[in-house]
């Protein structure tokens, strides 16, 4: 089992690291955005302290729950292709079978190989990739081009209060709807919907 979380406040995300760490521990990675909206991906196996000019941070802790047993940089979240930078929390099971002779075997990889071949506006491809994907997630996604922050989920925990977010619920943090893309901003605030294919969905 993995963890996201993300926040403004370099204070807050030390607890968060707490919280989350103990869904991870295998690898750990961050991505810092500064003030001229510009991302910077940090991987590695231990905590990475916050940069002093982040304005937002967004990190993932992994759980070694793939085939991938050992540490490897190209393996490790966040997955990245063109503009889009993906980390995932969950398990899909049909990502084979929505994109061919893609090289990567981390299910988690193909999320943003999706959104790049998508390429029709930035939530409108968010809401018709994970409108196809089955199984769990919680996923944070960067626009690198816009600056752009989102989040959904399905099947799989994500709380948020203000515009800090985590896989596990703290303090004054409210869950997050399945089936909804929401926008990162001074609040977290929802911007579109995609069909959910959860399978804990009620029938």
């Known amino acids: 089992m993995c963890a996201i979380f993300g926040t403004k406040n370099k204070e807050q995300y030390d607890s968060l690291y707490e919280l989350n760490h103990k869904r991870g521990g295998f690898a750990f990675s961050s991505v810092f955005r500064n003030k001229n909206g510009e991302f910077m991906i940090v991987r ?15 990190s993932h802790d992994q759980a070694p729950t793939s085939s991938v047993r050992n540490y490897n940089y190209s393996t490790s979240h966040p997955f990245v292709l063109g503009d ?14 929505l994109l061919e002779n893609h090289s990567c075997e981390v299910d988690s990889s193909y999320i943003p190989a999706l959104l790049d071949k998508e390429n029709k506006g930035e939530v409108t491809s968010i809401e018709n990739v994970c409108s196809l994907l089955e199984g769990t997630f919680a996923c944070w996604i960067v626009n690198r081009s816009s600056g752009n922050i989102y989040l959904v989920k399905q099947g799989s925990t994500l709380f948020f209060d203000g515009n800090t977010f985590s896989s596990v619920k703290f303090e004054g943090s409210v869950s997050l709807r399945d089936g909804v893309v929401y926008l990162v901003e001074d609040i977290i605030a929802p911007i579109g919907k995609f069909k959910s294919n959860s399978p804990f969905a009620l029938i």
């Open 44 to 58: 590695g196996r231990k905590y990475i302290k916050p940069l002093y000019n982040s304005t937002y941070i967004l």
């Open 84 to 97: 889009w930078v993906v980390a995932h929390n969950g398990v899909l099971t049909n990502h084979e079978e």
